[in-house]
């Protein structure tokens, strides 16, 4: 059996499988996604891994509305998601001097946040495409996580897509300076997710993670800002 990446159980029994789009199999050689359900700490997670080129030179390709040639409504989304992170930020009085975006895609929540709080931004994007698009719109955006502080960390849909989800946070949790914004979606195995959260198994891997959560809002997404310690 697999270890279960939050609680390194490996007491799990088979869970959902779900087919792959022919797109994506045509790029991983995958048939289908099988999900293993932990008996002790609850986490969904994939049985099978991707190649580790995936993110950078497959994954916008694989997806019908956000692919790699920028579009209008790749374009949108983002913007409204910027909308929504910033009330959750009223609603904390929380006005940040910088913002590091991680999984930054086309720049428009750091552009957003630019433009209201007058901060300092950086993206980290895998997609080179993407990553291109957004350094060419003046939105500085590397491949990888890079050293500094950051008053505001935000990984929007970026988590469910980590096969070592805590390696992951330590490495973000050393960047952030008050605040890490998280969005997931609420079990759905989409779009070649290593992971599908409820928002119980969120809490627990944050909390793991050395994070106390400040707010939670759960719907077909789950979102949490929480600070280190």
Same mark, same amino acid.
């Given at each position: 059996?697999?270890?279960?990446?939050?609680?390194?159980?490996?007491?799990?029994?088979?869970?959902?499988?779900?087919?792959?789009? %022919?797109?994506?199999?045509?790029?991983? $050689?995958?048939?289908?996604?099988?999900? %293993?359900?932990?008996?002790?700490? $609850? %986490?969904? &997670?994939?049985?099978?891994?991707?190649?580790?080129?995936?993110?950078?030179?497959?994954? =916008?390709?694989?997806?019908?509305?956000?692919?790699?040639?920028?579009?209008?409504?790749?374009?949108?989304?983002?913007?409204?998601?910027?909308?929504?992170?910033?009330?959750?930020?009223?609603?904390?009085?929380?006005?940040?001097?910088? +913002? %590091?975006? +991680? *999984?930054?895609?086309?720049?428009?929540?750091? =552009?957003?946040?630019?433009?209201?709080? *007058?901060?300092?931004?950086?993206?980290?994007? @895998?997609?080179?495409?993407?990553?291109?698009?957004?350094?060419? /719109?003046?939105?500085?955006?590397?491949?990888?996580?890079?050293?500094?502080?950051?008053?505001?960390?935000?990984?929007? /849909? +970026?988590?469910? /897509?980590?096969?070592?989800?805590?390696? #992951?946070?330590?490495?973000? !949790?050393? =960047?952030? *300076?008050? &605040?890490? &914004?998280?969005? +997931?979606?609420?079990?759905?195995?989409?779009?070649?997710?290593?992971?599908? &959260?409820?928002?119980?198994?969120?809490?627990?891997?944050?909390? !793991?993670? $050395?994070?106390?959560?400040? #707010?939670?809002?759960?719907?077909?997404?789950?979102?949490?800002?929480?600070? @280190?310690?």
């Amino acid at each position: 059996m697999l270890i279960c990446p939050l609680c390194n159980s490996t007491d799990n029994r088979r869970g959902l499988e779900t087919q792959t789009r %022919l797109v994506e199999m045509q790029n991983t $050689g995958i048939e289908s996604y099988v999900y %293993l359900v932990c008996n002790k700490c $609850g %986490l969904n &997670f994939r049985e099978d891994r991707l190649p580790s080129d995936y993110y950078r030179a497959s994954y =916008r390709k694989n997806l019908p509305t956000n692919c790699e040639s920028v579009r209008e409504g790749n374009l949108y989304n983002e913007q409204r998601r910027a909308i929504e992170i910033d009330k959750l930020l009223v609603l904390w009085e929380v006005v940040p001097a910088s +913002v %590091l975006d +991680v *999984g930054s895609s086309t720049g428009e929540l750091l =552009r957003y946040m630019q433009q209201k709080y *007058g901060c300092e931004v950086q993206g980290v994007e @895998p997609s080179d495409a993407f990553r291109a698009y957004a350094n060419e /719109h003046d939105i500085k955006t590397v491949a990888k996580i890079e050293d500094g502080s950051w008053d505001l960390v935000t990984c929007a /849909h +970026v988590l469910e /897509h980590q096969e070592q989800p805590l390696e #992951f946070l330590a490495e973000v !949790k050393q =960047r952030i *300076g008050r &605040f890490l &914004f998280i969005e +997931v979606p609420f079990l759905i195995p989409n779009y070649s997710h290593a992971l599908m &959260f409820t928002f119980e198994t969120l809490e627990r891997m944050l909390i !793991k993670a $050395g994070f106390r959560v400040l #707010f939670k809002a759960v719907d077909q997404r789950v979102r949490v800002l929480c600070a @280190p310690g």
